[in-house]
């Protein structure tokens, strides 16, 4: 049990496109759903908590404009990424947790976003 | 704010050696330890985690331990393989929050 999906897995597109990454729990109901993201060689670096059915929470420096995450039901979280530029490629990774008495996060597989 | 830093970056041992992955975390405030696996280009198998009360978990060659007062986790793995060859991270849970270590490039030699 505690899997979660992402779709894409990997994904590339051309400068000022936007780009849209799904992540779904599969067996269970996710609260609280969290995206990363890992540059190479680097570690994974949090950008926002979603909760369903309210605004994410951005971490310090990331643009809540060109990150825009929705988390519409209990078992999709979506990021979009709009405007996409060259620097913006990187390995994006979501995760998500059972609720609020679950402190364990479950991780999906990850999306390679390439942007030309 | 919590920081996580492991040591060393990389690490090369020729295979059969045991080895010890350092973890360390600047705020003992933790919910859990957990520490995962990355191939190269994919994701996060998680290995083991370690609720806050407990001191150590074991799954077959790999002990994780985990002591909060001194904020520091170590991830122990026995005669080491060719295929253990991975990006190793560690990541310490705060309030819903999962902050990672740099990561251990560990490769083992055949």
């Known amino acids: 049990g505690a899997v979660v999906s992402q779709h894409p897995s ?13 992540c779904r729990s599969l067996d269970f109901q996710a609260t609280t759903m969290f995206w990363y993201r890992q540059f190479p060689k680097q570690s994974l670096m949090l950008m926002a908590t979603s909760n369903e059915g309210s605004k994410a929470t951005y971490e310090q420096g990331v643009e809540k404009d060109k990150f825009l995450i929705n988390h519409a039901s209990l078992t999709l979280s979506t990021l979009t990424v709009t405007s996409a530029h060259p620097e913006d490629s990187s390995f994006y990774i979501c995760s998500a947790n059972r609720g609020p008495n679950y402190n364990e996060q479950f991780f999906g597989p990850g999306t390679r976003l390439t942007v030309l | 704010k919590q920081e ?69 986790s170590t991830l122990y793995i026995a005669a080491s393989q060719p295929g253990d060859s991975a990006t190793y991270l560690c990541a310490a849970s705060g309030t819903y929050k999962y902050i990672f270590g740099t990561g251990t490039r560990l490769k083992v030699l055949a």
């Open chain 2, 4 to 72: 996580v830093t492991q040591i060393p970056a990389a690490l090369s041992v020729p295979e059969g050696e045991n080895l010890v992955l350092n973890c360390s975390f600047t705020d003992s405030a933790i919910y859990n330890l957990q520490w995962f696996r990355q191939d190269p280009g994919k994701g996060l198998t998680s290995l083991l985690l370690i609720q806050s009360s407990q001191r150590e978990q074991t799954s077959g060659r790999l002990n994780a331990s985990l002591d909060k007062s001194s904020g520091r």
């Open chain 1, 10 to 22: 990997w994904v590339i597109c051309k400068s000022g496109t936007s780009v849209k990454i799904e």
